[in-house]
Each structure stands twice: as C-alpha cells, then as structure tokens.
C-alpha cells in the first residue's frame, strides 16, 4: 500500500492567530490534508465568520478565540482546548505583532508588545499545552510544534522594527532549545521563516506585491499555497524525521540573495 506522506487525516491541529494571514492559509491547509482544525484569534467575531467559512465540504474548523499576548491569556487557551481534545496533535505558533519607529523614537510599548506575542506567548503556550502534545505523541508519530518566523530573523531589512527584528531571530534559537527539549517526548519543534505574503501585516507584500516581486528571486510574492504546503510537510509524515530545523519560504530571498539589501 502507498503511503500517503502528507494526509494528516485523524489528525487535531491549533493556529492561533488562525482567522488571517499566514495562519488562516495554514488552516486551510490543514483542512484539505483532513485534520480537524482549531483556529484562535483575539477577534472573536472574525474568528468564528471564518470557522465557518472553512467548515465546508465535511471539514471541520472550531473557533476558539483568545488574546494570546498575556500569561492569562495562553493559559486559558490551553485550558479550553484541552477541555475539548485531551490530545493535541500538531501546534502552530503563528499570532504575532510588528512595530515600526525610529531609533530615537522606539516606544517601550512597541518592543514589549511585539516581544510578548512574538517570543514569550509560542514558549508558554507550548508549555501549557506539553502534556496534550505529549498525550499525542510516539516515535512512530511524532506531535508537531510549528513556530512561525520571519525571514527578518535570518536576515536585515531596512525598516526600523527593531523588536520583530529581535523578536523574530529570538523565535528560531528557542525552536532549537525546545526541539532539543521536546525530542525526549517525541515532538517535534521546527519552524516557518515566511517571506513576502500579501496579508494584514505585510502590507506592502498586499499593495505593492508587483514592485515587491522584482526585488525577490522567484520574482514573485508568496501564494497561499506555498504557505499551506510547507507546513503540510511539517507536520505531517513527510516532516517526521526534521527536527529544529526553520524553513525560509521566501522565493530566495533570505539565502538566495546577490547583493545584500
């Protein structure tokens, strides 16, 4: 019989920051390969309209909102999915922030709420969520933690976002240390180093996405499919045996670069 690598068919997934963007072509990814899907943002009313957008064809999306940018607000996502699902099959570490100012300008209030959603949230709820994930897991099949990067934490754009900058490269040295930690429990931790995605928080990638595209190897903006296929791979079969790793999906323009900036 054929192995199928990438169905993850039986499988229960979370996306927090799931109702756009990065997380919400997840999802939908998701959804296609057959895993229920658990999706959360901090807007409740976004987040259940686009639950049920994607609960079509017998798929099934559950809206759970939640800020997840305090403690109180991880651990109360915690609770309430494992009320729901004792076991957690695959985590996708996607809500975050960006903040632009000038050096001299940059407000203690841009660095620590982007640091908080971006770096100390993935580390937390990963922790709440340890014992649903390791309920999951065997050698054979691996529990999956999928953080979501940014190419800015593998290399300098030109933009003054000093703590997404930090934030960011934060995030792919701690995927490392907890999937180093994780390992022992059979989970795995890697992570996403997306590029250019037309979304809320790339605006530029959304209104200027041709003029964008000339400066990008591939000479082109990212799909959403190319997003939803990466973390497919990760999280399912396919990804068992890649363990720390973090993939830049950016049509080259992190590694594949000529020229710097």
């Known amino acids: 019989m054929a192995l199928d690598l990438f169905s993850l068919k039986g499988r229960v997934a979370l996306v927090t920051g799931g109702s756009r963007g990065i997380g919400k072509m997840i999802a939908e990814g998701f959804l296609e390969q057959g895993a229920k899907v658990y999706i959360s943002s901090r807007k409740a009313g976004v987040c259940d309209e686009v639950a049920a957008e994607l609960s079509k064809d017998g798929k099934e999306c ?5 800020d997840v940018s305090t403690l109180e607000g991880v651990q109360m996502l915690a609770k309430r999915l494992t009320a729901l699902e004792p076991k957690l099959d695959i985590l996708v570490n996607n809500a975050g922030a960006a903040w632009g100012a000038p050096f001299d300008e940059f407000p203690e209030s841009g660095w620590d709420k982007v640091m908080n959603l971006n770096l100390k949230s993935p580390f937390f709820l990963t922790q709440a969520l340890h014992p649903a994930l390791k309920a999951a897991a065997s050698r054979d099949h691996p529990a999956k933690v999928i953080n979501i990067a940014s190419i800015d934490g593998i290399r300098l754009n030109p933009q003054d976002t000093f703590s997404y900058h930090a934030s960011k490269s934060g995030l792919i040295y701690l995927t490392r240390r907890m999937a180093a930690t994780l390992i022992e429990d059979a989970i795995n931790v890697t992570a996403i180093a997306p590029g250019a995605f037309a979304s809320e928080m790339n605006r530029v990638a959304r209104d200027q996405g041709d003029q964008i595209a000339k400066r990008i190897p591939s000479r082109r903006i ?23 790793e973090t993939i830049a999906v950016d049509g080259g323009v992190a590694l594949a670069s000529l020229g710097g900036l």
């Open 62 to 66: 559950i809206s759970l909102p939640q």
């Open 222 to 244: 990212g799909r959403d499919e190319d997003m939803a296929a990466a973390a497919i791979y990760l999280a399912s079969r396919a990804g068992d045996y890649v363990v720390g």
